[in-house]
């Protein structure tokens, strides 16, 4: 379907006014950006009628798919009714209480730990930064003043403000604004392909990555260390899927020195590896889950924090006042929204599909791509999928950063009607969990063809 929209018109007042988020604004100014205008189901149309395959949700968002008049019939009846107000002075709204009810009974208690309560921002960053506030705040309280640093992963990805920078690992970040802020300290990703050491199987290595973490803690000293933050697998880093064997060692080093472990699920919650929630997917135990994104499916704007019982009893019974907060926290239309987008996901059993038979054909058909040769080393873990192109397939021999190989093949994706993402020489894709057989099948011809054309 053509649109209406004069293209030109608005790629140069795009080009004379928005500054886009990670972009070379002047090279973006030159090339004029694609105008994305409608979207339907798992496709997005641009401003020339181009129909294209939107494997990456967006980004990492719309797990129910596009065009759900429910949420926008959710969102209309809330603003109606009541469109904005505050959660700060002794109020809150119906949508925001029922959301948090509800967050609280999907999310299943693990051992020890549970979650009854939900601090709300609007996007995973300040959801990242809300941790920090809050792990402080509970170490302070139970009169360890001294445990303020946070251990994250280089290449770890907690969003863009200063906090969330920090915490991830991204190093083009950090050298851009001085970051990491201080306190913050970083461990090597548990990246098999490329950190592994010859003969190392995948079992061993999760075990020798996972020891970094207490080498860390070690080095900053026990007493000083708060809280370790992580994907349960990263996602914007490159879709790294840890092996079986890193998270229950992870789970037992920080047991062992008694440190809060935060589980940012900005990607993995909400059915996309399976299951509600990551932390459930890998079997461990978080006492901080960071959620935003697919919680509305993308539609509005929604984060926060499922605060375990740990933290919560703390903050809560020794606390008085946390001076932290947002003024969308709890906002009423996003919860609106995410409700009926719960909805959906239940009544359409998405994580169970993912889980299922379809999540199952995924992964096969995916598989598959190991036998391209340009791909080495395809894997999926649920709805997420991630490949290595590499110049040899016999001697795994990468190609140059400056060969630009990952960019190249976006290019042939978007050429013919797909939407893959590339980190470095990784493709990695997020596509809605409401594919079909078919759409997959789709989406596997569009792989090869773009894969064909970068060989
Ligand atoms: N944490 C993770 C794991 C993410 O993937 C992202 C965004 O991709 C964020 C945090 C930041 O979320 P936002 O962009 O909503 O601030």
Redesign the pocket.
């Known amino acids: 379907m053509t649109t209406s929209v004069d293209t030109a018109l608005i790629q140069s007042l795009d080009s004379a006014h928005f500054l886009h988020p990670f972009t070379d604004f002047k090279d973006l100014s030159s090339r004029g950006a694609r105008v994305i205008t409608r979207a339907e189901g798992i496709y997005v149309w641009d401003s020339e009628g181009h129909q294209i395959l939107d494997a990456m949700s967006g980004?990492?968002c719309v797990n129910v798919g596009y065009g759900r008049k429910a949420l926008a019939d959710a969102a209309h009846a809330q603003m109606m009714t009541l469109p904005y107000y505050n959660s700060f002075f002794q109020t809150t709204n119906v949508p925001a209480v029922q959301l948090a009810a509800r967050l609280a009974s999907l999310a299943p208690a693990v051992g020890d730990r549970s979650f009854q309560h939900v601090f709300y921002s609007s996007?995973?960053?300040?959801s990242?930064d809300s941790n920090v506030r809050m792990v402080r705040r509970y170490w302070d309280l139970l009169g360890q003043p001294r445990r303020k640093v946070i251990i994250g992963r280089i290449n770890g990805?907690?969003?863009?403000t200063m906090a969330?920078a920090s915490l991830g690992g991204m190093s083009g970040m950090h050298a851009q604004g001085d970051l990491p802020i201080p306190n913050i300290t970083h461990i090597e990703q548990p990246y098999y392909f490329e950190n592994a050491i010859p003969g190392e199987s995948r079992e061993e290595f999760g075990v020798r990555a996972a020891g970094w973490l207490e080498a860390k803690i070690l080095e900053v000293g026990p007493d000083k260390v708060a809280a370790f933050i992580a994907?349960p697998l990263q996602?914007?880093g490159g879709v790294i899927i840890p092996p079986s064997t890193y998270w229950p060692e992870i789970q037992r080093i920080v047991d062992k020195y008694g440190i809060l472990l935060i589980s940012?699920e900005?990607?993995c919650a909400f059915g996309r590896l399976g299951h509600w929630f990551g932390y459930e997917k890998f079997g461990y135990k978080p006492d901080l889950v960071?959620f935003?994104?697919a919680v509305t499916s993308g539609y509005v704007p929604l984060?926060g924090v499922m605060v375990g019982n740990r933290v919560a009893q703390v903050l809560i019974e020794q606390g008085g006042e946390f001076n932290h907060g947002y003024t969308y926290s709890g906002h009423p239309v996003a919860c609106a929204v995410a409700m009926a987008n719960l909805d959906i996901m239940e009544a359409e059993q998405l994580p169970q599909k993912v889980c299922g038979d379809i999540g199952a054909y995924f992964a096969q058909r995916y598989a598959e791509l190991n036998d391209h040769p340009l791909v080495a080393h395809a894997e999926t873990c649920g709805f997420v999928g991630g490949l290595v192109l590499v110049k040899n397939k016999k001697t795994l021999e990468r190609f140059h950063a400056d060969d630009g190989v990952g960019m190249v093949c976006r290019g042939h994706c978007f050429g013919n009607g797909l939407i893959m993402r590339a980190v470095g020489d990784r493709m990695i894709i997020a596509p809605p969990l409401v594919m079909t057989k078919t759409d997959i099948d789709e989406l596997m011809r569009l792989i090869h063809l773009a894969l064909d054309r970068t060989l």
């Open positions: 980004l990492w996007s995973g960053s300040e990242n990805y907690h969003g863009s969330g994907e996602g914007a940012d900005v990607i960071t935003a994104k984060g």
